[in-house]
């Protein structure tokens, strides 16, 4: 059985495949391809939580793939980054990083997020249909990943295409033509940047040069690569994600207009409810291991489906009923572990200012199009809206 996920048929609404799955086996054996291997899909949340903490599944994919013949021309940059890494390496470069991420330094970046915020939709009109995704949940992460980067204004365009060409589902060319654009301009972009000194995150990983957490030419471009790409695709399905879930859901959007101090709070829950991504980065088993019930053998990759353990009925009770009032801080869209996300703060900042600046501002806002008419990206990896039209 192929993950529901992937599958284009139930793009719109996984969640019924993925409730079908865990209620025969929580972790079962799926097809990988026309190859004829198999994978492994978690679909249960004890299951998925214990992956996805489980030293004993590597993200080490230089190694599975060794050997292996593969049709992907990935730029190494892109295929062997600080996310497909275990400990020690895995744990010096997410340290190099991991103070810009923090609580405080996200607080810091609030004003910018709001002044960014409010010129975003500042250009909307009200006479017509807008378009959320295009109009804020793109652009709002980008630029504020572009801004930490250090990325010049002029090269965020291009810089949100090769992204969009990196998620491209079905199009292997345009992901591996997209890998080498983006790796080589970082390159380009990391050589001015040591011509003209700045005070960017990407300046500080240049300077990051003695000592044990010394970086080399190579982990520097895939660290920028990296933080470049994942530092606002999944955002912008995340903000894309939880508007569509708040306008099906008009009580629930009325009580957050109403009491916009609950916001923070309810992120969880619209995490929870529909997660940006869908599918964890790849694993695989290093040595035989269970999971639940199911034996798992050495040598085969074990994929968490987090938006399925996300609405699993034995840790969410009545999982597919969006509740602001539910505590859903164990969802696990941010996953879990050693590898959890790095930006998640910075993720649920961007959210916060978004929703509470679009509620106070356009307080009738409602969809332009149903629903089930909106096209969803059909892609393993990021769950998301392809366009998301409202009216204000």
Request: glycine share 6%.
């Amino acid at each position: 059985m192929d993950d529901p996920a992937k599958d284009s048929r139930s793009a719109r609404d996984p969640y019924a495949a993925y409730a079908a799955m865990r209620a025969d086996c929580p972790v079962q054996a799926v097809s990988s391809g026309s190859s004829g291997r198999h994978s492994y899909l978690v679909t249960g949340y004890a299951e998925a939580r214990q992956a996805l903490s489980d030293p004993r599944l590597s993200k080490d994919t230089a190694a599975f793939f060794a050997g292996k013949e593969s049709k992907r021309r990935l730029h190494p940059a892109v295929a062997h980054n600080m996310l497909a890494g275990d400990p020690p390496q895995h744990t010096r470069l997410r340290k190099l990083v991991n103070g810009a991420f923090t609580s405080g330094a996200v607080s810091a970046l609030r004003p910018f997020l709001i002044r960014l915020t409010d010129e975003l939709l500042d250009r909307w009109p009200t006479d017509g249909p807008v378009d959320l995704v295009a109009d804020l949940a793109v652009p709002l992460p980008v630029m504020v990943i572009c801004e930490l980067l250090g990325v010049p204004e002029n090269d965020r365009a291009q810089v949100r295409r090769w992204s969009a060409d990196l998620f491209a589902a079905g199009e292997p060319e345009r992901t591996d033509a997209a890998s080498y654009a983006v790796a080589a301009y970082m390159t380009g972009l990391i050589v001015s940047k040591r011509l003209r000194p700045g005070d960017s995150l990407l300046d500080r990983l240049i300077a990051a040069r003695d000592g044990e957490d010394r970086l080399d030419e190579d982990e520097l471009v895939s660290l920028a690569v990296l933080l470049l790409v994942a530092g606002h695709e999944t955002t912008t399905h995340f903000l894309g994600n939880a508007a569509l879930a708040l306008l099906r859901h008009p009580a629930e959007l009325a009580r957050l207009r109403s009491n916009p101090e609950t916001i923070p709070q309810a992120l969880d829950e619209l995490l929870r409810f529909d997660a940006p991504v869908s599918t964890s980065t790849f694993r695989f088993s290093t040595e035989a291991l269970t999971l639940g019930d199911t034996e798992i053998p050495a040598g085969v990759p074990v994929l968490v489906a987090l938006g399925a353990a996300n609405r699993d009925p034995e840790r969410f009770p009545t999982p597919d009923r969006l509740d602001l009032d539910r505590d859903a801080t164990g969802h696990l869209s941010f996953g879990h572990g050693i590898h959890r996300c790095i930006g998640a703060p910075l993720a649920k900042a961007e959210a916060h200012i978004a929703l509470r600046a679009i509620l106070t501002r356009f307080p009738g806002i409602r969809l332009a199009a149903p629903a089930e008419r909106l096209e969803w990206r059909r892609t393993r990896l990021v769950r998301g809206l392809t366009s998301l039209p409202v009216l204000l």
